[in-house]
């Protein structure tokens, strides 16, 4: 006779309350909140400053915050660099979260990807505004993908299980259930080399001779792994680039141009609306300060 074994269920998610993924201004400032639901904040690029009661500290590139329900907090660039920082806020009310309290962690490579999935199934399933700091409600998209909230709820849970697991003592470092393939390491380092040349131009045939494989099986395989190809990819660097630029207010739209390595300031604006939709001037018009 088959026994059932229910599932012990440690963490649970309750709700999702907002989302958002912000592209701030160098001087972005927001005077501070409570509210009785978990927050996660995570900084994409950049750095910013956070507050959150008595403790103030400066959450740097890679690492994400934990607010717990009721503690009041508040954030604000430095004045330099215009940093990227997704937040999420969601109530859950497992005894397990309490390892989160006044938590500042480094995020790894693999557990990012599950916030780039829920970025991804976000922006599919509800109405994000492109800057809303003072968003209360999520608003369902006309039509979503199915299952879009579950997917997102699930792949929060996975990314708090296993960053508790990756913390806590006695289970080391290592996050077993995100093995990463051969592949996967290839299509890491092309993007560090990626990252680390968008200041020059970059083609696919200097790629293919610096990791030494042919045209087709890299281009073949960056597509399968990311979505996009390596152009995609390489003109999406440089875009997001620019708009951290554009938003610090240090260059022109010439300059940015120029350094990015367009051969002009007009066809910089024609990929950069490509890529955002906006042209330069719209989107420096759209940026806020707070």
């Given at each position: 006779?088959?026994?059932?074994t229910?599932?012990?269920?440690i963490?649970q998610i309750?709700?999702?309350?907002?989302?958002h993924?912000?592209e701030l201004?160098?001087s972005?400032?927001?005077p501070?909140?409570?509210h009785?639901?978990w927050?996660?904040?995570?900084v994409?690029?950049?750095?910013?400053?956070v507050?959150?009661?008595?403790?103030?500290?400066?959450?740097?590139?890679?690492q994400?915050?934990?607010?717990k329900p009721?503690?009041?907090?508040?954030?604000a660039?430095?004045?330099?660099?215009?940093?990227?920082?997704?937040?999420?806020t969601?109530?859950?009310?497992?005894?397990?979260?309490?390892f989160?309290?006044?938590?500042?962690?480094?995020?790894s490579?693999?557990l990012r990807?599950?916030?780039?999935?829920i970025?991804?199934?976000?922006?599919?399933?509800?109405?994000?505004p492109?800057?809303?700091?003072?968003l209360?409600k999520?608003?369902?998209?006309?039509?979503?993908p199915i299952?879009?909230q579950?997917?997102?709820?699930l792949?929060?849970e996975?990314?708090?299980?296993?960053?508790?697991?990756?913390n806590?003592e006695?289970?080391?470092?290592k996050?077993?259930?995100?093995?990463e393939?051969?592949?996967?390491?290839?299509?890491?380092?092309?993007?560090?080399?990626?990252?680390?040349?968008?200041y020059q131009t970059v083609?696919?045939?200097?790629l293919?001779?610096h990791f030494?494989y042919?045209k087709?099986y890299l281009?073949?395989?960056f597509?399968n792994v990311t979505g996009?190809?390596?152009?995609?990819?390489?003109?999406?660097?440089?875009?997001?680039?620019?708009?951290?630029?554009?938003?610090e207010?240090?260059?022109n739209?010439a300059q940015?141009?120029?350094?990015?390595?367009?051969?002009s300031?007009?066809y910089f604006s024609r990929?950069?609306k490509?890529?955002?939709g906006?042209t330069?001037k719209?989107?420096?018009n759209?940026?806020k300060?707070?």
């Open positions: 006779m088959y026994k059932i229910p599932i012990k269920q963490l309750q709700s999702i309350v907002t989302i993924y912000f201004s160098k972005f400032y927001y501070g909140e409570s009785d639901f927050e996660m904040v995570y994409d690029k950049g750095e910013i400053v507050i959150a009661d008595e403790r103030e500290f400066v959450l740097h590139q890679g994400a915050a934990f607010h009721n503690e009041f907090h508040k954030i660039a430095n004045h330099v660099i215009a940093p990227n920082i997704f937040v999420i969601f109530v859950c009310k497992s005894r397990e979260m309490k989160f309290r006044e938590k500042v962690m480094q995020i490579p693999k990807d599950l916030i780039a999935i970025i991804e199934e976000a922006q599919k399933s509800y109405l994000l492109s800057f809303d700091p003072h209360k999520l608003m369902e998209n006309s039509c979503p299952g879009g579950q997917m997102i709820k792949t929060l996975q990314f708090l299980i296993l960053l508790l697991r990756s806590t006695g289970q080391g470092s996050v077993p259930a995100m093995m393939s051969v592949d996967d390491r290839l299509v890491q380092e092309i993007i560090l080399f990626l990252e680390n040349h968008v083609s696919v045939s200097e293919c001779r030494n042919s087709t281009s073949k395989l597509k996009r190809s390596l152009l995609e990819y390489y003109t999406s660097l440089k875009i997001s680039e620019a708009k951290r630029l554009i938003r207010k240090n260059f739209f940015i141009a120029a350094r990015l390595c367009y051969d300031p007009q990929t950069f490509h890529v955002t906006m330069p719209e989107y420096k759209s940026v300060t707070d």
